[in-house]
């Protein structure tokens, strides 16, 4: 109790006393063995002091504790409350992992918070609670000894810095085969589960304007819904049983091809990954789900429009490396050796695909593990899928970008036309020349 208090309740036993000396409250213990003196007694004495005290004195004893509470949440209250040392380094822990999300991490502005999260796995704290309420369900039907969010935690920072399954082992305190399991889980929840939800063909009415008008604003061409590209994705260990070196690519090692159509956002809207690295890109393609539905009509663009009599229907835009089709438009020339009209289509078209490239070097930077992939052959088509998965996650929530991972120039050959495919590449080059003078025409009317 306060001292002032402490004051006012002896004035008050002073009083009682005074008014009633024959009950007195606090007595020697022979006189309260004598005669003691009970609450029931006092509201029943004739006398008016003892209900006068208690009644003083609870008033007293609220105001003194209202008093109380009033000052401790004042002063929870109050402002630039220091915020709370790191973490120790090193320590990976269940627990110092816990205080990082609950006792941490509230106490730090948002964009610190971010800044301290993207460092640790990839992305900012919302992004990752958004991945971790979406697998969570998939995860706990798992049975998996550690909590859903930890278990994300651990493979998005071996994700975001490449570390191996052993490094990731030791650090965290576990056994290297229950990293590789729980990592072989979350990726391939990520690339199942996720993968419909964030990587989507722009069928839709709304987004299929927005992405043609985007491109437009890039390239001056009309129409374009996408840009294609290949990369390969390096294997740390080489591969074993490979007598064909099947897995050598271009740049003379080990890796798995990589294949992704991104639109103006660079936003993923298809990804396949089904061939070694030493596969041509054109080959990969015909080989992809994309190619069978586009030449089957199973994907039908209902934005259409004319350009010197011809029907334009959206398309993607590619290098040289790709087949030229009636929906994928590829250069000209790759040595700018073609008409005015036909190098500047192959410049705009090529400042249309280097939304791709960017992407990819943007994948490449945010999860480092694409870099030089260290898990099994078997198991690096999902873990690459879920690398995309979370790079659309990352530019929809509209994530710093970081540095972009550049490879090393591509020098691949011109695609050949199959015979299977020469009525798309009639009607492609027709719609390619009509493209090229129109836009010739358009820009040197300016």
């Known amino acids: 109790m306060e001292e002032a208090f402490m004051a006012m309740l002896s004035h008050l036993l002073h009083l009682q006393n005074s008014l009633d000396p024959t009950s007195t409250l606090f007595s020697s213990a022979s006189t309260s063995s004598q005669s003691s003196t009970t609450p029931s007694s006092l509201l029943s004495t004739s006398s008016a002091a003892p209900l ?68 640790l796995y990839g992305l900012s704290y919302p992004v990752f609670i958004t991945v971790v309420d979406k697998l969570k369900p998939f995860i706990t039907a798992s049975n ?63 987004r299929l304007i927005e992405t043609t008008q985007g ?24 591969t074993k049983l490979n007598p064909r070196n099947i897995y050598g690519c271009k740049y003379g090692y080990d890796a798995v091809l990589l294949q992704v159509v991104a639109d103006h956002k660079k936003i993923f809207w298809d990804v396949c990954v089904k061939a070694p690295g030493g596969e041509d890109d054109s080959s990969h ?22 350009i010197r009599g011809h029907h334009v229907r959206p398309y993607i835009v590619g290098d040289w490396c790709y087949p030229l089709l009636s929906f994928l438009m590829t250069p000209f020339s790759p040595n700018g050796s073609g008409t005015p009209p036909e190098n500047l289509f192959d410049g705009m078209l090529m400042k249309g695909r280097s939304v791709v490239v960017e992407a990819i070097g943007l994948l490449k930077a945010r999860w480092k593990i694409l870099q030089s992939l260290n898990v099994g052959v078997n198991h690096a088509p999902q873990t690459i899928v879920a690398c995309c998965v979370l790079h659309n996650l990352c530019q929809i929530a509209r994530e710093p970008e970081p540095e972009i991972w550049k490879d090393p120039d591509e020098a691949g050959t011109p695609a050949r036309v199959l015979e299977s495919e020469r009525q798309f590449y009639y009607y492609g080059e027709s719609l390619r020349q009509a493209l090229a003078e129109d836009l010739h025409q358009r820009l040197s009317s300016r």
Request: charged share 20%.
């Open 144 to 206: 998996l000894s550690l909590p859903a969010d930890y278990a994300v935690a651990m493979v998005l920072s071996r994700l975001a810095h490449g570390c191996s399954a052993k490094t990731l082992a030791s650090r965290y305190s576990l056994d290297p085969y229950l990293i590789s399991k729980i990592t072989n889980m979350v990726t391939r929840l990520l690339a199942t589960k996720l993968y419909p939800e964030f990587i989507k063909i722009p069928v839709g009415k709304r």
């Open 52 to 119: 006068l005290f208690f009644t003083l004195a609870s008033l007293l004893s609220f105001l003194a504790v209202n008093r109380s509470s009033t000052e401790s949440s004042s002063s929870s209250e109050s402002p630039s409350p220091s915020p709370p040392p790191p973490l120790p380094d090193g320590d990976y822990s269940v627990a110092a992992f816990r205080a990082l999300t609950t006792d941490h991490i509230w106490s730090l502005d948002a964009p610190l918070r971010d800044a301290r999260w993207r460092s």
């Open 285 to 306: 393609f015909r080989d992809s789900l994309l190619y069978k539905r586009l030449t089957s009509g199973d994907i039908v663009w209902e934005k259409v429009i004319n």
């Open 215 to 238: 491109f437009e604003e890039l390239t001056s061409l009309p129409n374009i819904c996408g840009a294609i590209d290949s990369t390969p994705v390096k294997l740390r260990r080489r």
